[in-house]
């Protein structure tokens, strides 16, 4: 991930911190799979992704708080976390989605309870309130933190 922007254009900085297709594939599992283990993370993985590759863009994730991750002893597995900022880039996902499938008609979602969501946005802010529920400590957005929509 790169730290240091190359400029202040808001679609550069979103590919510059987002634009690792392994860390985007690391929020898609933990947001529509609900992953949240290292191991879960490496077996249910459908691309393939290495300990090392899943190890260091979750230490990545974490660095740049798109994640948190729980406080465990020493050979304990770690439960990673959404934070607010990961849950407002849930219609991203929908979006890709959408291109993905207008680019190559032969995908598949990756949850079957997911398809026909693109632009249905009760549905997609339902399951950002699920998912806040589930990863928030208080299950909502901490003050300050959701992202409006931005400028191009």
Request: charged share 25%; with cysteine.
């Amino acid at each position: 991930m790169i730290t240091s922007p190359r400029s202040s254009c808001p679609i550069n900085r979103g590919v510059e911190l987002l634009g690792d297709h392994w860390s985007l594939l690391i929020l898609r599992d933990m947001a529509f799979c609900g992953y949240r283990s290292f191991r879960e993370l490496l077996i249910n993985s459908r691309e393939g992704i290495t300990p090392a590759t899943l190890s260091k863009r979750l230490t990545g994730l974490v660095e740049i708080g798109l994640l948190t991750k729980d406080a465990t002893p020493r050979g304990t597995q770690g439960r990673y976390s959404l934070t607010e900022q990961s849950i407002q880039l849930v219609p991203l996902f929908f979006e890709l989605a959408r291109a993905g499938g207008i680019l190559d008609p032969t995908t598949e979602s990756t949850e079957k309870r997911f398809e026909g969501w693109y632009g249905d946005h009760d549905k997609i802010h339902t399951h950002m309130d699920e998912l806040r529920s589930e990863h928030l400590p208080d299950g909502a957005p901490t003050e300050g933190t959701a992202a409006p929509i931005g400028d191009i």
